[in-house]
């Protein structure tokens, strides 16, 4: 069966700006998991969505928000980007949320 | 959820096999270890994970501790497409941690022809 997909892939944006980025999880996959990877930080847990319904999140400001979607399929959308947001973007889709977890490709996003 | 300690770098042979070791010496009773890894530019990959007893699949086997302090990821016959940072993670089943995985730095393990 098809994977998780992410889109865009890449994405360039300037500071001030606000970003959109999708996730389609696998079919029958109900929980879906934000990260944010940097050289720096590594790989960060961002939030999970289960049926429609934020159920957990991580320690990164407001700016950060997302949503999913009756089919599962989520967003998550950045506000007033700064330079420090540059950083690849990965989801993640499982069954119920505390079962292994598939990863998309992720987007990378630069702010310029 | 448990910290987990892994040395940063280990290279392995091609066709040799690749042992990865982990501590978790805090590990609680309902933990679980699950080990993942991120091939350069792409998203993390499940390999595995286990409770107590030792786990296999066609990736790896999961050798697990008896107290449950460590644990072992081995990958048989290490490939050259086995290069790769290898996570391991330790994470209660359901609870607060739902869809949450805290990856630490990692052990980029390089096989060498």
């Known amino acids: 069966k098809a994977g998780v997909t992410q889109t865009p892939r890449y994405l360039i944006k300037t500071r001030g700006q606000q970003v959109t980025l999708s996730c389609s999880p696998i079919?029958?996959?109900?929980?879906v998991s934000w990260y944010q990877q940097t050289p720096g930080q590594g790989l960060q847990f961002l939030f999970e969505?289960?049926?429609?319904?934020?159920?957990n999140k991580g320690n990164f400001p407001g700016r950060f928000s997302g949503r999913q979607f009756s089919n599962s399929r989520s967003e998550m959308n950045v506000s007033t980007l700064e330079l420090g947001d540059s950083a690849l973007y990965l989801c993640?889709?499982?069954?119920?949320?505390?079962?292994?977890?598939?990863f998309g490709p992720g987007t990378r996003l630069t702010v310029l | 959820d448990a910290k987990t300690t892994q040395p940063p770098s280990m290279d392995c042979a091609e066709g040799r096999a690749a042992n990865l070791p982990c501590n978790h010496s805090?590990?609680?009773?309902?933990?679980?270890v699950y080990w993942y890894r991120q091939i350069h530019s792409q998203g993390p990959q499940y390999i595995i994970h286990?409770?107590?007893n030792n786990e296999t699949n066609e990736m790896a086997s999961l050798i697990i501790t008896e107290d449950r302090k460590s644990s072992t990821l081995i990958l048989p016959h290490a490939t050259l497409r086995d290069t790769a940072v290898y996570y391991c993670?330790?994470?209660?089943?359901?609870?607060?941690?739902?869809?949450?995985?805290?990856f630490g730095q990692g052990t980029i393990l390089t096989v060498h022809p």
């Open positions: 993640a889709s499982s069954r119920e949320g505390h079962d292994e977890q598939f």
């Open positions: 079919s029958g996959h109900r929980s």
């Open positions: 969505y289960f049926s429609e319904t934020q159920r």
């Open positions: 805090t590990i609680s009773g309902n933990e679980y």
């Open positions: 286990g409770l107590k």
């Open positions: 993670i330790v994470r209660v089943a359901g609870g607060t941690s739902y869809g949450k995985l805290t």
